[in-house]
């Protein structure tokens, strides 16, 4: 059995080159050298190109008739390791202050992870050392993470995990100072249900206080009606959980919404002409264009590379399978027919964690904090962070090893459980801070920017524990 010394270096030192690439970027962007601009370009070859071009290349080694079977339990840990942080994100908003209009905002939080450049930077650097196979398993965990990714992409994407974020800024949603006014129970969204049917008290909507409030600030409730509602968010390609800017784009309601609002002359001048337009579109928009999802650039790598991953007369047109008992196609050099494919895949797919850790710091280095700090809800930003750093991975380690010893996932498979048990335990995704400041009236997402630095810094300590603890147990 290894010491604990051995499994604490083991598990520190493939992050400290993890942590060096945050700082990298984190120093980029405070000197103005990655400006915010060069992120974003950044972040589209990222996504579309290389992390494609990167599982793209491990996937069709590393998978075989043998090993399939790992996707379907992997595909189902996802779901569960989501839903479980639904309950938990449930629960504090229940029993901690939390700003009214941040309610959504923490139960995505605790529900989506970052299963991207933070999982694919340490499974490549810890399964390269024993007791991995670092010919095999380090091709089979960066094909374990995209799993995670798909999955993601299908919660937040398609299943409205996203638009989900546009209901703390509905109209009548409190906004700045009003929404950080202290609710009781009652009036929390399952502590009124309590109240209501099983107390059964009378419990006054949340709602109705503020237009008391309003009411009695004279002008001030004329102003708040005329907050504009929250933007339509639109994206060309939506991102995975790997944490670069995404290319969201705000329809022309947003936009308008961005501007200075002047008061009208005249009634006449309230319509607006591109209203009509957006409404004929709307219904057949919201029902097709979330199913573009499917079409992310990851999910449509996984889509082809696993046909051509398990069945060996294709796959032996990109790599060699002679030994696995397929046949032996050779081109000139003596190599299979497509391996300049592979050849190429790889030699995109090698940027990919390095700039998206370059990626990770600069949005750090933006990150907005609120001032005081006595206004941040202290109490929740501490619970979600022990959730999802400390008592998730621990439900994690409990479920896959109560997966291997049911026969789901193989005993002797290092690459695949250290992959299921680190994801556990991995920060919120940076995706929800930049569809949260789309949503926002005013671009402020102060709030969830304190939140994720504290889980960030927490996880500086929690992945190195964790990364111990999953090495102990492959």
């Known amino acids: 059995?290894?010491?604990?010394?051995?499994?604490?270096?083991?598990?520190?030192?493939?992050?400290?080159?993890?942590?060096?690439?945050?700082?990298?970027?984190?120093?980029?962007?405070?000197?103005?050298?990655?400006?915010?601009?060069?992120?974003?370009?950044?972040?589209?070859?990222?996504?579309?190109?290389?992390?494609?071009?990167?599982?793209?290349?491990?996937?069709?080694?590393?998978?075989?008739?043998?090993?399939?079977?790992?996707?379907?339990?992997?595909?189902?840990?996802?779901?569960?390791?989501?839903?479980?942080g639904f309950a938990f994100g449930l629960i504090i908003?229940?029993?901690?202050?939390?700003?009214?209009?941040?309610?959504?905002?923490?139960?995505?939080?605790?529900?989506?992870?970052?299963?991207?450049?933070?999982?694919?930077?340490?499974?490549?650097?810890?399964?390269?050392?024993?007791?991995?196979?670092?010919?095999?398993?380090p091709a089979l965990g960066i094909s374990f993470v995209a799993i995670f990714?798909?999955?993601?992409n299908l919660v937040f994407w398609v299943f409205g995990g996203a638009h989900s974020l546009s209901w703390d800024y509905l109209p009548?949603?409190?906004?700045?100072?009003?929404?950080?006014?202290?609710?009781?129970?009652?009036?929390?969204?399952?502590?009124s249900l309590v109240a209501k049917y099983i107390l059964r008290q009378q419990v006054v909507p949340p709602s109705r206080v503020v237009k008391h409030d309003e009411l009695e600030k004279g002008k001030e409730a004329a102003v708040e009606d005329t907050t504009p509602s929250p933007p339509l968010l639109q994206y060309k390609e939506p991102i995975a959980a790997f944490e670069t800017s995404p290319d969201l784009t705000e329809t022309r309601v947003s936009q308008i919404s961005r501007t200075p609002v002047s008061t009208?002359?005249?009634?006449?001048?309230?319509?607006?002409?591109?209203?009509?337009?957006?409404?004929?579109?709307?219904?057949?928009?919201?029902?097709?264009?979330?199913l573009m999802a499917l079409f992310h650039p990851v999910t449509m790598t996984l889509l082809i590379s696993l046909p051509i991953a398990l069945v060996n007369p294709l796959k032996a047109l990109f790599v060699d399978v002679s030994k696995l008992g397929g046949p032996n196609f050779q081109g000139p050099d003596g190599r299979p027919p497509l391996a300049f494919i592979i050849d190429t895949a790889q030699f995109l797919g090698n940027i990919t964690v390095p700039l998206a850790l370059i990626l990770l710091g600069a949005s750090f280095a933006r990150l907005q904090i609120p001032r005081p700090i006595s206004r941040l809800p202290v109490m929740a930003m501490m619970s979600v962070s022990l959730?999802?750093?400390?008592?998730?991975?621990?439900?994690?380690?409990?479920?896959?090893?109560?997966?291997?010893?049911?026969?789901?996932?193989?005993?002797?498979?290092?690459?695949?459980?250290?992959?299921?048990?680190?994801?556990?335990?991995?920060?919120?995704?940076?995706?929800?801070?930049?569809?949260?400041?789309?949503?926002?009236?005013?671009?402020?997402?102060?709030?969830?920017?304190?939140?994720l630095l504290v889980q960030y810094i927490f996880m500086f300590f929690s992945s190195a524990a964790l990364t111990a603890v999953a090495l102990l147990l492959s």
């Not at 990714?149 to 993601?152: A, G, K, Q």
């Not at 009548?172 to 502590?191: D, F, L, T, Y």
Request: proline share 9%.
């Open 93 to 137: 908003r229940e029993f901690c202050y939390v700003p009214r209009n941040f309610w959504q905002g923490i139960i995505i939080m605790t529900t989506m992870s970052n299963w991207g450049n933070l999982p694919t930077a340490v499974v490549v650097s810890v399964t390269q050392q024993k007791p991995f196979d670092p010919i095999t398993d």
């Open 1 to 84: 059995m290894p010491s604990a010394g051995f499994l604490i270096y083991s598990g520190a030192m493939p992050l400290i080159k993890t942590f060096l690439g945050i700082f990298a970027g984190y120093f980029l962007a405070r000197t103005g050298l990655f400006p915010k601009s060069a992120s974003k370009g950044a972040s589209e070859i990222t996504m579309t190109v290389a992390l494609p071009a990167m599982i793209f290349a491990n996937i069709v080694p590393a998978f075989t008739p043998q090993n399939i079977s790992a996707l379907g339990p992997l595909f189902l840990l996802s779901f569960v390791y989501q839903g479980i």
């Open 387 to 451: 959730a999802k750093m400390v008592l998730m991975p621990v439900i994690g380690v409990f479920t896959v090893q109560a997966m291997v010893s049911g026969g789901l996932i193989n005993r002797q498979a290092r690459a695949e459980k250290f992959v299921a048990i680190f994801l556990s335990g991995t920060p919120a995704a940076v995706n929800q801070l930049i569809v949260s400041s789309l949503y926002a009236p005013d671009g402020n997402v102060d709030t969830l920017s304190a939140f």
């Open 264 to 290: 009208p002359t005249t009634p006449s001048a309230a319509p607006s002409g591109p209203q009509p337009t957006v409404a004929t579109h709307s219904l057949l928009y919201r029902i097709f264009h979330p």
């Open 172 to 191: 009548g949603v409190p906004q700045g100072e009003e929404a950080e006014r202290h609710v009781s129970w009652k009036e929390k969204p399952i502590g």
């Open 149 to 152: 990714i798909v999955s993601y």
